[in-house]
């Protein structure tokens, strides 16, 4: 794109007086090596805009009273914000069934009694709650309204439900889509990102600096810290062992590539997103901090990057713990996770961006 460019501020060297045909000429062939040998040490990124299917809306009844659906809430969510989104719908959806979570029963228990009964499965909670809801949706084929009222609230964000009203707003106008969940280990569910080893630290520590500092300093910062004090964990996939300090897992995939992933365009790819960084490596940690400051740590050899429908790994040193959705499900000798492609319909607007 740029040779043409390129050719004219030579001609109009030449043309000026500024320079003889023969320096322009071997102006020409020395920047020409230079691009080719640039191009061999380090090779370009080659993008692959494979073509996917659209999303599948569905049309669900319109529920303009909220007739049907059955919500269950906890008031204290999100400091308060689970009181306002009963307040929400009481005013908006007056024929809405709304159960109040007390810490008597079993969240669990209050979801899936919800779910037998109801024709649209509703949940006010952070992520940790819809997670088990929507489990909950997809075993029953319920349609699931998602209201946010956690603290950060990523699988609501993700869908176009960022404000209690939207979701209002879908349930009585009766729009519906289609996304993906992945299980793990055929027991549980994931609806944003699983991990092992240092990644929840790493994120928790970005996140903290991002405002203070933005985004690439705080993620610098972050991996730095990580590798310096946290114990990288041996895995074995495929027909590699190697030592991971950070390992990612997302339901459908993430954008941008590399270790600060920030959110999905997609839910409904069928695929499931897998990033590792390795350390076992010789000077493996210089190298992935000289990579990342220089902003090429998704070319590093110690890097892998993933977009499959299904990925296990086998923890080599013991059992090792995993984190669903933020919060440790335990410790694993062994994980899979498989893709359910579209398994879950969701409340949402037409339009999520």
Not at 119 to 133: K, N
Not at 305 to 326: K, L, M, Q, R
Request: a positive charge; proline letters at 6%.
């Amino acid at each position: 794109m740029l040779a043409p460019l390129a050719g004219l501020v030579g001609l109009s060297r030449v043309a000026t007086g500024a320079h003889y045909p023969g320096d322009v000429v071997a102006g020409f062939g020395v920047g020409a090596a230079i691009a080719v040998l640039g191009a061999r040490l380090v090779p370009p990124i080659v993008e692959h805009n494979l073509p996917s299917a659209d999303p599948l809306y569905i049309d669900l009844p319109p529920r303009p009273d909220g007739a049907g659906m059955v919500l269950v809430v906890n008031p204290a969510s999100g400091s308060g914000t689970g009181r306002r989104v009963i307040g929400k719908v009481r005013r908006n959806l007056p024929k809405a069934e709304i159960i109040e979570f007390t810490g008597k029963d079993s969240m669990t228990e209050l979801i899936r009694a919800a779910a037998e009964r109801a024709e649209v499965l509703g949940i006010g909670g952070g992520d940790g709650t819809v997670e088990c809801a929507a489990a909950i949706a997809a075993e029953f084929g319920r349609p699931l309204a998602v209201f946010p009222a956690g603290t950060f609230n990523h699988f609501a964000k993700d869908i176009g439900c960022d404000h209690e009203a939207k979701t209002i707003r879908a349930i009585r106008e009766g729009t519906a889509s289609r996304v993906d969940l992945v299980s793990f280990n055929d027991t549980k569910m994931v609806i944003n990102t699983a991990s092992i080893g240092a990644y929840p630290r790493f994120v928790r520590t970005r996140e903290r600096l991002e405002h203070k500092i933005g985004k690439p300093a705080a993620a610098a910062y972050a991996m730095f810290h990580t590798l310096r004090h946290e114990d990288p964990v041996r895995i074995r996939y495929d027909d590699k062992t190697m030592q991971a300090s950070l390992f990612f897992l997302g339901n459908s995939t993430y954008v941008p590539s590399g270790f600060a992933p920030a959110q999905r365009n997609r839910m409904d790819t069928g695929l499931i997103d897998v990033r590792i960084l390795e350390t076992g490596r010789r000077f493996s940690r210089l190298r992935i901090m000289t990579a990342l400051m220089l902003g090429r740590l998704e070319r590093s050899r110690l890097y892998h990057e993933h977009h499959v429908p299904e990925f296990s790994f086998t923890a080599v040193g013991g059992p090792t713990a995993v984190a669903i959705d933020g919060e440790v499900d335990g410790y694993h000798d062994h994980a899979i996770f498989r893709a359910r492609y579209r398994v879950l319909q969701v409340l949402c607007p037409r339009t999520r961006r």
